[in-house]
């Protein structure tokens, strides 16, 4: 597990408008976690967040840097915002993996409807900084063959622009539906990590022990079904249900 930065990094850092200073932090955080200094990077990065800037390498760095310190919750939570941003990353997914074979809950997942299966590998297929980019030039070219045919409607070029129209138009549907199913999160469950070292789950959201049907670890992840002040109804990926209180996670 190594710390990245990448260009896309920094082009978030640099369109944000804030201080260059930021960049420093990203680059200070890293010297620390490759000297072992594992907090002194958290420190680093998180002054990054509280900037209201935000990346895939950068959670999945913090990733790195709570499994380092042994806090399996927060690792599982920032690898998890880190893979709604680069979803196809080998790296953090293999890293994500590791992360949950360790938490205490064995959870086998249910089967997914095969439908929300092909939806999801669907928004997830293109990485969003090459989407956007894909978008816009798609629009760009497409827009460009319109004009060059409305100027030149009868020569040689016209033609092959409203191939390139044609082209254009369709990618630009098809990746444009993608970015704003991505971006608007048409559709998507809302998820959330368990951050408690160990958690009662209850039938109805109360405190009566009563009440108490299973228990739930540290870094197992859970759907988001319902809340009820300061209840919140989960659901595990393997179909159980219950309450629990909504300081016991963080929402991914």
């Known amino acids: 597990m190594t710390a990245r930065l990448t260009v896309a990094v920094w082009l978030g850092i640099l369109t944000a408008g804030v201080c260059a200073g930021q960049g420093a932090f990203f680059d200070e955080g890293n010297q620390r976690y490759q000297e072992g200094d594992f907090d002194g990077a958290l420190e680093r990065y998180a002054q990054i967040l509280d900037a209201g800037l935000e990346s895939g390498e950068l959670y999945y760095n913090l990733g790195n840097t709570y499994f380092k310190l042994g806090e399996l919750g927060p690792a ?44 999801g590998w669907w928004v997830g297929l293109v990485p969003r900084p090459a989407l956007v980019w894909l978008v816009a030039l798609a629009y760009l070219a497409a827009m460009t063959a319109v004009i060059l045919v409305i100027l030149r409607p009868a020569t ?61 670890h540290e870094g197992t992840k859970v759907r ?29």
């Open 76 to 119: 599982i939570l920032y690898y998890e915002r880190a893979r709604r941003l680069m979803p196809g990353d080998g790296d953090l997914l293999a890293n994500l993996d590791l992360a949950r074979s360790l938490t205490a809950d064995a959870i086998v997942p249910l089967p997914g409807f095969w439908l929300f299966r092909a939806v």
């Open 156 to 216: 040689v070029l016209a033609a092959w622009g409203k191939r390139v129209a044609i082209a254009g138009t369709a990618v630009t549907l098809v990746f444009g539906l993608n970015l704003a199913v991505r971006e608007l999160g048409i559709g998507a469950t809302e998820e959330a990590v368990i951050m408690a070292a160990e958690t009662e789950v209850q039938s109805a959201p109360s405190d009566d022990s009563a009440l108490q049907i299973f228990a739930v």
């Open 224 to 252: 988001i079904d319902r809340r009820s002040d300061a209840w919140i109804e989960i659901v595990l990926e393997d179909g159980k249900v219950g309450w629990i209180r909504a300081d016991q996670l963080e929402p991914i």
